[in-house]
């Protein structure tokens, strides 16, 4: 049984960034692929980012630009860089990796991303 274990979610401020983590229990190579996927409160989950075994990254259109892929094959991990934090990507992120018909999925990771907030004065 193949394990995925996230980590790296954090409290942030707009703009800011993030390192998540993901460590599988083997030999991340023998993954076909290995994706980030995150569910925002109330939203379906959807697909962020994706590894092929070769090395080729895919994203959404809403992180590309913003969030980078990658791996380290020595510490059987990958990982999401995340720049420029948006309150919209407030999120739990989901490590998956798929091995032909066999799928796993981690436990995730909270990120969220607080807005700075705007003063509200109010006088009589």
């Known amino acids: 049984q193949v394990r995925l274990v996230e980590s790296g979610g954090d409290l942030v401020q707009p703009g800011g960034s993030l390192k998540l983590s993901c460590r599988a229990s083997?030999?991340?190579?023998?993954?076909?692929?290995m994706r980030w996927y995150r569910q925002a409160p109330g939203k379906e989950r959807e697909f962020v980012a994706r590894m092929t075994v070769g090395g080729t990254t895919q994203y959404a259109e809403s992180v590309k630009g913003r969030f980078t892929s990658s791996r380290d094959g020595a510490k059987n991990t990958v990982y999401l860089q995340m720049y420029t934090l948006e309150p919209e990507d407030t999120a739990v992120y989901y490590c998956?990796?798929?091995?032909?018909?066999?799928?796993?999925w981690g436990q995730g990771t909270q990120v969220t991303v607080w807005g700075q907030g705007t003063q509200v004065t109010v006088s009589s």
């Open positions: 083997e030999n991340i190579f023998n993954f076909n692929t």
């Open positions: 998956y990796a798929n091995i032909l018909s066999r799928e796993c």
